[in-house]
């Protein structure tokens, strides 16, 4: 195959994260939808990060209902960072960067989430 091949990515707007956060009850079913958007099976986990910066900056590891939801909170209010036991994994720095835009992902079932070219 020939060119530069890029890997899908879900985009969420502001007005989406707002509503994600107002109604926790959807979080199963954008979960869902979202690894099925990406071609992930099952409860593979995915990447996000926020869509307000172009580099690595609060790249976040997505195992759960719980992470997206504490995720998408602290994406959409500008947290300074996400204390690690909010998430699986890690506490993560945000430095209040969300802007209430969040891009995912797919990342391979044992792959740790790294941005980068080639990854």
């Known amino acids: 195959m020939h060119g530069i091949h890029v890997i899908p990515k879900l985009e ?3 007005t989406d994260m707002a509503l994600l956060c107002a109604d926790p009850s959807q979080v199963p079913d954008v979960l869902a939808d979202a ?3 990406l071609g992930l099976e099952g409860d593979a986990p995915l990447c996000v990060k926020p869509a307000a910066d172009g580099c690595s900056f609060g790249v976040a590891r997505i195992e759960s209902e719980t992470d997206l939801f504490v995720y998408a909170s602290a994406v959409t209010e500008e947290w300074e960072e996400i204390p690690s036991d909010l998430l699986s994994g890690e506490g993560l720095e945000l430095k209040g960067r ?3 835009l969040m891009v995912a992902i797919p990342i391979g079932g044992s792959r740790a989430c ?3 070219v080639g990854r």
Do not use: D, E, I, T
């Open 12 to 14: 969420y707007s502001a």
């Open 35 to 37: 690894r099925l958007a």
């Open 98 to 100: 969300g802007s209430g």
């Open 114 to 116: 790294h941005a980068g």
